[in-house]
Each structure stands twice: as structure tokens, then as C-alpha cells.
């Protein structure tokens, strides 16, 4: 979008904050993307039966085993375990040699059956291959521990942030949390990617990322807030949009640097080294941190904004903004109705000097 003078941004704007983008006139278009993904996250998650849990939380049997021949394949050793009975185990190779195999609880004749298929497949002794047993119940003092956490988070941020700023803004910023907690569950829906309590923990963590620039961006609104009234044309809206386009680089430089330790994490972690451990922390921090820098500026704002413009004297004002602008294109185009529309509306009242007398 050009600046207000028909010239277009170029990356020096952007880089001295000096951009004109309209973000917030036509908010639809954002609820409309957030809605789509949401609804694609829903939709991924009753297809799917809700989220694909590890063992630490559904319980069970893991093997675990460094094999000595030929580096393992899922699909090989899964044909091996269909041979003994357990043809919905999950799979992880790591480093290329070693073998985990997670199953449903077994029984000890069942753990022996698996413990040989799989110690013959990796040609190694029976022996070598561990086993542990996981209850679930750990799994439930986790996911309990981590709704506990996540609502003395949102207690005490909403606090704060009322506060600090105000109420409606308090609100707007959690929005945007659960914004972005609701697309990182949606993503996981989609791919099937299993869920541990490294992905717990990820999500706590996104709750401060996400946090971070929006308050940033409401600090700069609550800043300007001050001059509404005073600036000619200026509504709460075009305030909001004004301060988003003075916080943007700064946002975009803070997002930045916070994705590329996690994307090394994933690339170089997961991809290179093979530490699929750290899949699970790295994929929800990724799509978290994502999705809070689009959340700062498309969710929270908006609502924002939406719902200051309610407020009487917003009202009043963006009133008296819209009928100067209809004077003004009035005036443009020559049009004679002009002179039916109050000065006092178009130009604000002469200040007084200092010592001078109201008459």
C-alpha cells in the first residue's frame, strides 16, 4: 500500500518506521484469515480424534535399541513387529541407528515376543534392547500441572495489563494468546505430530513470545492516546494504525531474531543431527513465535481498536471525522451542499492566548 502522498514504501521506510500501511480500516480481512485457520484446526481436529498424544500421557511399552547391521527402517521394523502381533506401534529412528519402538501396555509375553523381533531385526542380543514401562498417570500430573500454570498465567498478565494499560486491552492482548495456543494446536491436528510434554512446555513458553509485541504495540497506542482529540482527522483507529506503522520494525526485528535460534534448532537439531527429541519443543516454538508476531498486529489491535471505537467520545470523534472528510471531498469536487455542513465541524475552535479573557 502507497504512502498517503501516492509514493510507495520502500525498505528505507520500513527500516526508519516511516511506513503508511493501513492495517486496521478493513479488520475483516484479518478475522477472515485467523477464522480460516482456526476452522481448518478444528475441522484437522475431529477428523483426527483430537491430538496424537505420546506415551507419557496415553501410557504403555518402549524399546529402545542401537542396532549393529544395516541402519533401520520404520516401515521394515514395522512389518517385523505386524509378524508378532503389534501392528500399531510408533516408530522413531534417531542418528540412523538408534530404534525406538512405543506401544500400547504389553504384557511380560508380549514384551518378550517384541524384545526378539525387534533384536533380530537390529541383529543384536535380546538382552540389549530396553524396555520401560509408562503410566499414564504421569501424564495426567502433567497436562494437570500445565492447566493450573496457564491459568495463574492468564490471571496474573490480565492483571498486570489492566493495570499498566487498561481493561480493554488487558483483554485484547489474552485474545491474542489463545489466538495463537488455538493455531498451534490446529497445526499439530494437521500434521499428527505427536505430542509430549516438550510440547507443553513450548506452549507455555509461546505465552510470553506472544505477549512481548503486543505490548509493545499497546505501550506506543497508549503513548499517542494522549494527542486523540487534538490531532485534525485523527480516530482511535487511525491512532492504532498510526502507532502500529511507528512499533513495526521494531516488532518484525524482534520476531526475527527470536525464529532463528529455533529454526537452527529444528534445521540443524532435528534435520542434521537427528535430535528428533527436540522436534516437539522446536515445531510448537516455531509456529508460536509465528504466529504471536502476526497475532501483536492482526488480532489483538483489531480487537482493540473495535472495541475503543465504541466508546462515546471515540464515537464522537471518528463522527466528526467522517464529515470532515465528506466536507472535504465536497470541497474537491465543487459541490454546492458543501455550505450546508457547520464550519465548527471541519475546523477546531481557535485556542485562546495565555492570559486572555473568555468573552
Not at 310 to 330: K, L, W
Request: overall charge positive; cysteine-free.
Amino acid at each position: 500500500m502507497p504512502h498517503s502522498d501516492g509514493r510507495r514504501h520502500t525498505l528505507a521506510d520500513l527500516y526508519h518506521e516511516n511506513t503508511e500501511f493501513d492495517f486496521l480500516h478493513r479488520i475483516w480481512r484479518w478475522a477472515l484469515v485467523s477464522g480460516l485457520f482456526l476452522a481448518i484446526g478444528l475441522a484437522a481436529f475431529g477428523i483426527r480424534g483430537g491430538l496424537n498424544f505420546g506415551i507419557d500421557f496415553t501410557g504403555g511399552t518402549a524399546f529402545q535399541v542401537t542396532a549393529q547391521g544395516a541402519n533401520p527402517s520404520a516401515s521394515g521394523v514395522r512389518a517385523v513387529l505386524v509378524g508378532v502381533g503389534i501392528p500399531d506401534a510408533k516408530i522413531v529412528i534417531v542418528g540412523g541407528t538408534t530404534l525406538r519402538v512405543q506401544t500400547k501396555d504389553l504384557t511380560t509375553a508380549e514384551q518378550g515376543k517384541v524384545r526378539e523381533a525387534i533384536a533380530g531385526y537390529a541383529e543384536v542380543s535380546p538382552a540389549t534392547v530396553s524396555i520401560s514401562d509408562v503410566s499414564a498417570t504421569w501424564g495426567d500430573q502433567v497436562s494437570s500441572k500445565a492447566w493450573r500454570a496457564l491459568l495463574i498465567f492468564f490471571i496474573v498478565i490480565a492483571l498486570y495489563l489492566a493495570i499498566r494499560f487498561e481493561f480493554k486491552m488487558s483483554v485484547a492482548a489474552i485474545l491474542a494468546v489463545v489466538h495463537d495456543i488455538l493455531i498451534t494446536v490446529g497445526i499439530y491436528a494437521i500434521t499428527g505430530f505427536e505430542v509430549t510434554p516438550a510440547t507443553v512446555v513450548a506452549f507455555l513458553t509461546i505465552l510470553g513470545f506472544s505477549l512481548y509485541d503486543t505490548v509493545v504495540v499497546f505501550d506506543k497506542i497508549k503513548e499517542n492516546e494522549s494527542s486523540l482529540g487534538s490531532t485534525i482527522g485523527e480516530s482511535y483507529t487511525d491512532m492504532a494504525n498510526r502507532s502500529l506503522n511507528q512499533v513495526l520494525m521494531r516488532s518484525i526485528n524482534t520476531s526475527f531474531v527470536a525464529l532463528l535460534p529455533v529454526a537452527s534448532l529444528l534445521v540443524v537439531g532435528v534435520g542434521i543431527m537427528g535430535a528428533l527429541s527436540l522436534r516437539d519443543f522446536g515445531l510448537a516454538l516455531f509456529v508460536g513465535l509465528m504466529s504471536g508476531a502476526y497475532s501483536s498486529i492482526f488480532v489483538a489491535t483489531p480487537i482493540l481498536a473495535w472495541w475503543k471505537e465504541r466508546e462515546p467520545r471515540n464515537r464522537m470523534i471518528a463522527g466528526r471525522v467522517e464529515r470532515r472528510s465528506v466536507r472535504v471531498a465536497a470541497s474537491s469536487s465543487g459541490d454546492a451542499s458543501l455550505d450546508s455542513v457547520p464550519a465548527a465541524i471541519v475546523a477546531p475552535k481557535p485556542r485562546r492566548a495565555k492570559g486572555q479573557k473568555r468573552r
